[in-house]
């Protein structure tokens, strides 16, 4: 959860409706900033967090699942199915994100060695119903589409997989680029989750960007 945030007035940081921030030009070479944010210290505790926020009002809720449950067209229907029977029993969308989170993660294998799709099929079904291989893109972009299926706000996210030394502080560059999950809780917000099956491994971010 994001506190503050620092950077040169010249680059003029901006927030939209949504919650995403940007800069009206592009990125160059010695632009810095800095942040302060919190961290859940366990699932289990944002899970609490999570049910407990659910109780309150949220005025910005309804506009978010307009926006976060649209899907494109070309899904197929195994992709419907596999997504109703992965959260059947589960009846709240925390148990429901980490039902579909976890699936994904033990059911695929993390693969840089990968074919594109035909260009006649969708991304997420081809990757789900056939190949069954993938990176970081590919599991971030089913989670969303399952997600949304069951008519859970969820947004695909590229960005950055940074670890902290000992210190608190850690080096990013784009040796670190990685794609995940942000779903969207009433009350609460948005929370990352990472279905990427090698999401634990600290040498697969490397791997997957000089692929790339």
């Known amino acids: 959860r994001l506190e503050s945030f620092d950077m040169s007035l010249d ?25 302060e944010g919190v961290m859940p210290g366990d699932e289990a505790a944002l899970a609490r967090a999570v049910q407990q926020a659910a109780q309150r009002d949220d005025p910005r809720y309804s506009d978010i699942l307009n ?9 197929e229907d195994g992709v419907y199915a596999m997504a109703v029977q992965l959260c059947a029993g589960h009846d709240d969308p ?10 994904l993660a033990g059911a695929y294998p993390y693969s840089l060695d990968v074919e594109y799709p035909p260009t006649d099929r969708d991304f997420v079904s081809y990757f789900l119903l056939d190949s069954g291989r993938g990176y970081c893109s590919y599991f971030a972009s089913s989670m969303a589409v399952l997600l949304r299926i069951v008519g859970i706000p969820t947004r695909y996210v590229e960005g ?45 971010v490397a791997a997957e960007r000089s692929r790339r």
């Open 11 to 35: 680059t003029a940081a901006y927030f939209n409706s949504v919650g995403e921030m940007f800069i009206a030009r592009e990125v160059q070479t010695g632009d810095e900033y800095g942040f």
């Open 160 to 204: 950055y997989r940074a670890e902290p030394d000992a210190s608190g502080h850690a080096v990013v560059t784009g040796l670190q680029a990685h794609a995940w999950v942000e779903v969207y809780f009433s009350g609460l917000g948005w929370v990352s989750f990472d279905p990427t099956a090698a999401a634990q491994q600290p040498d697969h």
């Open 67 to 75: 926006i976060y449950t649209r899907l494109p067209a070309g899904i």
């Open 94 to 103: 925390w148990s429901r994100a980490v039902a579909v989170r976890d699936y």
